[in-house]
């Protein structure tokens, strides 16, 4: 019997070495003993690519995470924060990459850190050493997730994609490469990491996270994923309240952290501008952007003289939900709800568009989970319709990568839907009828 005991401590205590190590701050190095395999029920990645004009912001964000009242006994949360030598020079003014496991309490007064470094050989991390990470590779963020898995085993993993976001162009913009990773990239990244496994959630603390090309490329790497359809403030999500939240919920389900981030962002931006969050059940999205891309291709077989296709595309552009930079060269989403009731109220008389728009809605309603809109409008995600110009006009040209048959590595979404998508012939979907026939 003791020496069972003795056995299980050893085994014990050497995965407690490999996974938590050391970390460092300030002048010292101190050994992290508080990670326990019997308790811990979740583990979280904030995946931070904040080398860029967001630095200020992911310490922030730090900050705000170690003032929680958050278990760390319970929930892990593990952060790979990238830093810019440019924009803060707070706490050191370190300027690459370090992987930290936060530690709470901290008080208010106190503008430094506490949260233990750790060391990571599989990305050549380690505590008081000079190491560069590019966060837009999608290798860099698949080793970090096997190294979630492999070293902070919980009931529960998530992960958060946080930074610069542009929707089905990528996430992730690294200063230092000045490379984004694409979402080709990203869902290589969680193929070769998950190996057929499922994360509880995805989320996305950027801009244009909550949008259909997105969700339809990780569909079959999580159960859940949540962002934002447009622009989301500088200081993003207020991850003290969220962990706070959180922290009350005695059985942490994966409903209990999706309410604390939705709660949270309700709180924060109820009188922001036009912003939304959504909440979308994966399993659902694929049958959600098969009905909408049936509906289009209906639409565009209507759209049969060139006063047709004018008024639908001004509709679109100026009667609908959208999200977008209030500037040239910005891309715009259209929020998919609005987009399907334009086009289908304009064809109201025709059967088999009403019967395209009901299959669209029973598929939404499977598939949202919780919507919130800060104007009060109904809607679930967005969808890319074009670029603005000079002058805030609608461009006459798609970029080659949301064309199909322009490029030899496409997102899913394109590869998938060209009933909506432009096609290199430029001639049948909804998009050649708006914009090129």
């Known amino acids: ?92 003014n370190w300027s690459n990459t370090k992987l930290v496991r936060l530690r709470t309490g901290r008080e208010e007064k106190n503008k430094r850190l506490i949260t233990h470094e750790l060391e990571c050989s599989q990305l050549r991390l380690f505590p008081r050493q000079q190491n560069e990470l590019d966060m837009s590779s999608y290798m860099n963020f698949s080793r970090i997730v096997r190294y979630m898995y492999e070293n902070y085993p919980a009931k529960h993993y998530g992960v958060i994609f946080w930074g610069h976001g542009e929707g089905w162009r990528g996430f992730c913009y690294d200063g230092t490469s000045e490379t984004r990773m694409t979402l080709q990239q990203m869902k290589m990244g969680l193929k070769n990491s998950l190996n057929s496994k499922k994360l509880d959630f995805i989320g996305f603390d950027t801009c244009f996270g909550a949008e259909m090309e997105v969700f339809y490329q990780i569909r079959e ?69 098969e009905t909408f891309n049936n509906l289009c291709t209906e639409v565009s077989k209507l759209m049969l003289t060139d006063s047709i296709r004018n008024s639908m595309k001004q509709k679109l552009f100026y009667s609908t939900n959208k999200f977008y930079y209030e500037e040239s060269d910005s891309d715009v989403y259209i929020d998919v709800d609005s987009f ?95 914009f090129y026939k």
């Open 1 to 92: 019997m003791i020496r069972n005991k003795l056995y299980a401590f050893c085994i014990f205590s050497f995965l407690l070495f490999v996974s938590c190590n050391s970390f460092y701050n300030g002048d010292y190095v101190f050994v992290d003993d508080s990670f326990s395999l019997l308790e811990n029920k979740w583990t979280i990645l904030v995946y931070m690519s904040a080398d860029n004009n967001l630095e200020a912001a992911a310490i922030e964000d730090l900050l705000e995470m170690e003032k929680s009242r958050l278990n760390t006994k319970e929930v892990t949360v593990l952060v790979l924060l990238d830093r810019n030598p440019s924009y803060d020079a707070s706490n050191g």
């Open 221 to 289: 790497f999580a159960k859940i994923s949540f962002g934002i359809e447009g622009l989301l403030e500088i200081n993003g999500m207020d991850y003290e309240e969220i962990f706070n939240l959180f922290a009350l919920r005695k059985e942490k389900t994966v409903s209990d952290l999706i309410d604390a981030f939705l709660t949270q962002y309700k709180n924060s931006y109820d009188n922001y501008g036009r912003t939304s969050f959504s909440v979308i059940d994966l399993e659902y999205i694929q049958q959600m952007c």
């Open 340 to 434: 399907v009731t334009i086009m289908s109220d304009f064809f109201a008389s025709d059967e088999n568009i009403r019967n395209c728009r009901e299959q669209y809605f029973d598929a939404r309603n499977k598939s949202v989970i919780e919507y919130w809109n800060s104007g009060g409008d109904s809607g679930s995600l967005g969808v890319y319709f074009s670029t603005l110009t000079e002058g805030n006009y609608l461009g006459v040209n798609h970029p080659m990568g949301y064309v199909k048959g322009r490029s030899s590595n496409q997102i899913d979404f394109v590869n998938d839907f060209d009933g909506y998508v432009p096609t290199i012939s430029g001639d049948y979907s909804l998009l050649d009828k708006i």
